[in-house]
């Protein structure tokens, strides 16, 4: 009887940030890697905008199955990639990476998983909507880019830096279908009348702050909105408890996360991982 050899070396995959100790991916990815039976582990690990070459070329050495990335990497990762997705490309930014054979193939799975959480969770197809986003950062610009490709028909973008607003602006001006436009943000914003969709897309209200609220002028929000927000810890904003208020729907960050990670799990492993899973990991980590 030939006797079948048992390997007991793990498949490898993480997130490169800084900072990255309360990064709750690898709560989520773990718990689906073990209801898949898979002998995967996913690492925290602590990289600096200086090492970020050193730290590629290690996942090379190392064969890593694949890496996220977080701030400051998204942006400055592309160089050291040997393909980058088109939609990735037209983002601007990398959050996850996988690995086909020795070729490290950069995708951003945010938009993705927010247009998800939007049609899965909120029962609401993008398509022909007006929406708006506060910020312009990494997120915004997933986001954006995913919606307009779903077809929005119309995206204010609402920054206090002009040239960032400015610069995604035009990137969905000229390179998706739907029509955009620039606000700058001073003082508490009004939302417009015809906006279907409002997004808090910065990292106000995201704990341990969780009190704060973007400023919005909360009387402009009424119940034909659907307000989201995309942090996820606490899962229910100060912000999305106002809205409510005002008897708007709400979508927390939660879904977001949790989708985005699915999809990065099955560029990683080729197999789909379990949704329930996924959510009642990091539900348990948010409630702790």
């Given at each position: 009887?030939?006797?079948?050899?048992?390997?007991?070396?793990?498949?490898?995959?993480?997130?490169?940030g800084?900072p990255?100790?309360?990064?709750?991916?690898?709560?989520?990815?773990?718990?689906?890697?073990a209801?898949?039976?898979?002998?995967?582990?996913?690492?925290?690990?602590?990289?600096?905008?200086?090492d970020?070459?050193?730290a590629?070329?290690?996942?090379?050495?190392?064969?890593?199955?694949?890496?996220?990335?977080?701030?400051?990497?998204?942006?400055s990762?592309?160089?050291?990639?040997?393909?980058?997705?088109?939609?990735?490309?037209l983002?601007?930014?990398?959050?996850t990476?996988?690995?086909?054979?020795?070729?490290?193939?950069?995708?951003?799975?945010?938009?993705?998983?927010?247009?998800?959480?939007?049609?899965?969770?909120?029962?609401?197809?993008?398509?022909?909507?007006?929406?708006?986003?506060?910020?312009?950062?990494?997120?915004?610009?997933?986001?954006?880019?995913?919606?307009?490709?779903?077809?929005?028909?119309?995206?204010?973008?609402?920054?206090?830096?002009?040239?960032?607003?400015?610069?995604?602006?035009?990137t969905?001006?000229?390179?998706?279908?739907?029509?955009?436009?620039?606000?700058?943000?001073?003082?508490?914003?009004?939302?417009?009348?015809?906006?279907?969709i409002?997004?808090?897309?910065?990292?106000?209200?995201?704990?341990?702050?969780?009190?704060?609220k973007?400023?919005?002028?909360?009387?402009?929000?009424?119940?034909?909105?659907?307000?989201?927000d995309?942090?996820?810890?606490?899962?229910?904003?100060?912000?999305?408890?106002?809205?409510?208020?005002?008897?708007?729907?709400?979508?927390?960050?939660?879904?977001?996360?949790?989708?985005?990670?699915?999809?990065?799990?099955?560029?990683?492993?080729?197999?789909?991982?379990?949704?329930?899973?996924?959510?009642?990991?990091?539900?348990?980590?948010?409630?702790?």
């Open positions: 009887m030939t006797q079948q050899l048992l390997s007991l070396r793990a498949d490898l995959v993480g997130v490169f800084d990255v100790d309360e990064n709750p991916t690898g709560i989520m990815q773990e718990a689906a890697f209801a898949a039976g898979l002998n995967w582990r996913y690492l925290l690990l602590r990289v600096s905008a200086e970020l070459s050193s590629i070329a290690g996942i090379r050495a190392m064969r890593f199955r694949g890496i996220n990335l977080t701030i400051p990497h998204k942006v990762v592309l160089k050291y990639l040997n393909e980058v997705a088109p939609d990735a490309a983002i601007g930014a990398v959050n990476v996988r690995r086909a054979a020795n070729r490290l193939i950069g995708e951003n799975t945010d938009g993705k998983g927010f247009l998800r959480s939007v049609r899965e969770d909120a029962g609401v197809d993008p398509a022909g909507k007006r929406i708006v986003f506060l910020g312009a950062g990494g997120a915004a610009r997933a986001m954006s880019v995913e919606l307009a490709l779903a077809g929005a028909s119309h995206i204010t973008i609402v920054n206090r830096t002009r040239s960032r607003g400015e610069e995604l602006v035009r969905l001006n000229q390179r998706t279908p739907a029509k955009a436009e620039f606000v700058q943000w001073v003082g508490d914003y009004p939302v417009p009348p015809e906006a279907e409002l997004v808090n897309a910065t990292s106000i209200g995201l704990y341990p702050n969780e009190g704060d973007p400023r919005v002028m909360m009387a402009t929000i009424g119940p034909d909105l659907l307000v989201c995309v942090i996820p810890n606490p899962p229910r904003t100060a912000f999305l408890t106002a809205a409510a208020g005002r008897g708007a729907r709400t979508l927390d960050g939660l879904g977001m996360l949790v989708y985005q990670g699915a999809i990065a799990f099955k560029l990683w492993t080729g197999l789909q991982p379990s949704i329930p899973v996924m959510r009642q990991a990091l539900e348990k980590v948010f409630r702790s």
